[in-house]
C-alpha cells in the first residue's frame, strides 16, 4: 500500500473514499447551480432590463461564459499538478461569489457580459477540479460510475435551480430576487471546500504506482485534439455537444416564448432538459463501465440531433415536454462516458492535461454554438438556427461511428 509523505493510507476506490467523494459530488452540485441561476431567465432579463432584442446580442453572454470557461478548463488541467486541485477549486469559488452581486448591480449589459466571463472563469476552474479529483480518487474499476455521479449533481443542479429563479422571476421579479439563489450556493461552496476538500495528488502517485498506465501520449493538446482517434473523435463530440447546448440555452426559451408558452410552461420545459440529463447519468455512467463506450456516444448523439431537428416543428406542450426529454437522455449517453472514456486511454499523470483539453474544446462549443445560432436566426430565423445545429450533431454522431475505434 502507498503512503504519502504525511504517513496516511491512500487507497483508490469509491467505496474506500466515500466521504471526499460525496463532499466533491456536494460541491459540485453547487457548482452546476451557479449556470442554472442564469438558464431560464436570461433572455427576459435581457430584454426587460436592458432593452436587447437581437438574439446574437443576447447570446453574447454565453459566448463570454463559452470562451472564459473553456481557457480555464484548459489552464486548471495543465496546472493541477503544480499548484494542487484543492487550491484551484478555492479560487474558483472566490471569483463564483462575485458573479451575483454584479447580475443584480448592473447598469448596463456590458456588466452582464463582464459577469459571465467571471462566472465562466469560476466554472472552469472549479467543474474541472472536482471531475479530475474523482477520477484521482476512484480509480480505474468504477471510473464510469463516478463521472455519472458528477455530472448528475452538476446538471440537476442546474435543472432545478433553473426551475427555482423561474419561478422566482415569475412570481417576484426579474431582479435582484433571483440572484440571490446564487449568492448562497457560492458561499456554501467556498466554505465547504475551504474546511473540508482535500487535495488528492497523492492519488495520482499511488496509481502510477500500481497500476500499468496507458501509453504516454507525446503531446497532450495534438492528441487529444486532432492525432488520436479515440480522443479526437470524443473531443469533436464534445464540442457539438455545448454547441447544441449553447443553442439550447440562448435560442429555445425565445422560441417557446414566440409559440406564445406561458412562462411557467417555459421553465417546465426548458428545466426538463438538464433535469433528465442530470438524473440519467446515475445510469449511463454505469452503462460506460460494463458496455460499448462508442456504441453510448454514438447514440446519444443521434437522439440529440433527432430532438433537435424536429424542436421547430412543434407547437404543443407536451410534444416540447417530450423533445426536452429525449435532448436530456441524449446528452446523458454521452456526458459521462466522454470524460470516462478520455481516462481510459490516458495516463494517469497526464489525465488532468488531456481532460482539460477536452474541456477546453468541449466549453469552445458554447461560445460556437451561441455564435452561430445568434448570427442564423438573426438572418434567417430561430427555426433555421436549430435545424442547423440539429445538422451539425447528426454529423457528430457519424464521426463518432466511422472514426472511433472499438472498444
Known amino acids: 500500500?502507498?503512503?504519502?509523505?504525511?504517513?496516511?493510507?491512500?487507497?483508490?476506490?469509491?467505496?474506500?473514499?466515500?466521504?471526499?467523494?460525496?463532499?466533491?459530488?456536494?460541491?459540485?452540485?453547487?457548482?452546476?447551480?451557479?449556470?442554472?441561476?442564469?438558464?431560464?431567465?436570461?433572455?427576459?432579463?435581457?430584454?426587460?432590463?436592458?432593452?436587447?432584442?437581437?438574439?446574437?446580442?443576447?447570446?453574447?453572454?454565453?459566448?463570454?461564459?463559452?470562451?472564459?470557461?473553456?481557457?480555464?478548463?484548459?489552464?486548471t488541467g495543465r496546472l493541477a499538478n503544480k499548484y494542487g486541485r484543492r487550491n484551484l477549486l478555492l479560487f474558483g469559488w472566490y471569483i463564483a461569489l462575485i458573479v451575483p452581486f454584479i447580475l443584480i448591480f448592473a447598469n448596463s449589459w456590458y456588466f452582464v457580459i463582464a459577469a459571465n466571463v467571471l462566472l465562466g472563469v469560476s466554472q472552469?476552474?472549479?467543474?474541472?477540479?472536482?471531475?479530475?479529483?474523482?477520477?484521482?480518487?476512484?480509480?480505474?474499476?468504477?471510473?464510469?460510475?463516478?463521472?455519472?455521479?458528477?455530472?448528475?449533481?452538476?446538471?440537476?443542479?442546474?435543472?432545478?435551480?433553473?426551475?427555482?429563479?423561474?419561478?422566482?422571476?415569475?412570481?417576484?421579479?426579474?431582479?435582484?430576487?433571483?440572484f440571490y439563489v446564487g449568492i448562497i450556493l457560492s458561499f456554501l461552496g467556498l466554505i465547504l471546500t475551504a474546511v473540508w476538500v482535500k487535495d488528492t495528488r497523492d492519488f495520482v502517485q499511488h496509481e502510477m504506482i500500481i497500476q500499468r498506465d496507458a501509453q504516454e501520449l507525446g503531446n497532450v493538446f495534438l492528441d487529444t485534439t486532432f492525432h488520436h482517434k479515440t480522443l479526437s473523435s470524443?473531443?469533436?463530440?464534445?464540442?457539438?455537444?455545448?454547441?447544441?447546448?449553447?443553442?439550447?440555452?440562448?435560442?429555445?426559451?425565445?422560441?417557446?416564448?414566440?409559440?406564445?408558452?406561458?412562462?411557467?410552461?417555459?421553465?417546465?420545459?426548458?428545466?426538463?432538459?438538464?433535469?433528465?440529463?442530470?438524473?440519467g447519468q446515475?445510469?449511463?455512467?454505469?452503462?460506460?463501465?460494463?458496455?460499448?463506450k462508442k456504441k453510448l456516444l454514438f447514440w446519444g448523439m443521434l437522439l440529440q440531433a433527432l430532438a433537435i431537428l424536429i424542436l421547430p416543428f412543434t407547437h404543443v406542450f407536451w410534444g416540447m415536454m417530450v423533445l426536452s426529454v429525449f435532448l436530456g437522455l441524449g446528452t446523458a449517453m454521452v456526458y459521462p462516458t466522454f470524460l470516462s472514456t478520455i481516462a481510459?486511454?490516458?495516463?494517469?499523470?497526464?489525465?488532468?492535461?488531456?481532460?482539460?483539453?477536452?474541456?477546453?474544446?468541449?466549453?469552445?462549443?458554447?461560445?460556437?454554438?451561441a455564435v452561430l445560432s445568434g448570427i442564423t436566426a438573426d438572418v434567417f430565423g430561430i427555426e433555421y438556427a436549430i435545424i442547423l445545429i440539429g445538422a451539425i450533431t447528426l454529423v457528430s454522431a457519424l464521426i463518432i461511428q466511422f472514426r472511433m475505434p472499438r472498444d
Do not use: C
Request: aromatic residues 14%.
Open 124 to 178: 472552469g476552474l472549479t467543474w474541472s477540479s472536482t471531475v479530475v479529483m474523482k477520477m484521482d480518487l476512484v480509480g480505474k474499476k468504477d471510473r464510469g460510475f463516478a463521472m455519472g455521479i458528477n455530472e448528475f449533481a452538476g446538471y440537476l443542479s442546474v435543472g432545478l435551480v433553473a426551475f427555482l429563479t423561474g419561478y422566482i422571476a415569475t412570481n417576484y421579479g426579474i431582479t435582484p430576487y433571483p
Open 282 to 292: 446515475l445510469f449511463t455512467g454505469k452503462m460506460g463501465d460494463q458496455f460499448s
Open 1 to 75: 500500500m502507498y503512503t504519502n509523505v504525511l504517513k496516511q493510507p491512500v487507497q483508490l476506490g469509491l467505496k474506500e473514499n466515500w466521504r471526499q467523494f460525496t463532499l466533491l459530488v456536494i460541491i459540485n452540485a453547487f457548482v452546476g447551480g451557479m449556470i442554472g441561476m442564469e438558464r431560464t431567465i436570461f433572455p427576459q432579463f435581457a430584454h426587460q432590463r436592458f432593452g436587447v432584442e437581437s438574439h446574437s446580442a443576447i447570446l453574447s453572454f454565453i459566448t463570454a461564459f463559452g470562451l472564459t470557461k473553456a481557457i480555464a478548463n484548459y489552464y
Open 344 to 369: 481510459g486511454v490516458v495516463p494517469s499523470k497526464q489525465r488532468a492535461e488531456a481532460v482539460g483539453t477536452f474541456r477546453l474544446w468541449r466549453d469552445l462549443g458554447y461560445a460556437f454554438g
Open 234 to 279: 470524443v473531443t469533436q463530440a464534445g464540442l457539438v455537444n455545448n454547441l447544441n447546448d449553447g443553442m439550447t440555452w440562448g435560442l429555445l426559451p425565445i422560441l417557446l416564448l414566440s409559440f406564445n408558452f406561458s412562462p411557467s410552461d417555459l421553465a417546465l420545459i426548458t428545466a426538463t432538459y438538464p433535469v433528465v440529463w442530470g438524473v
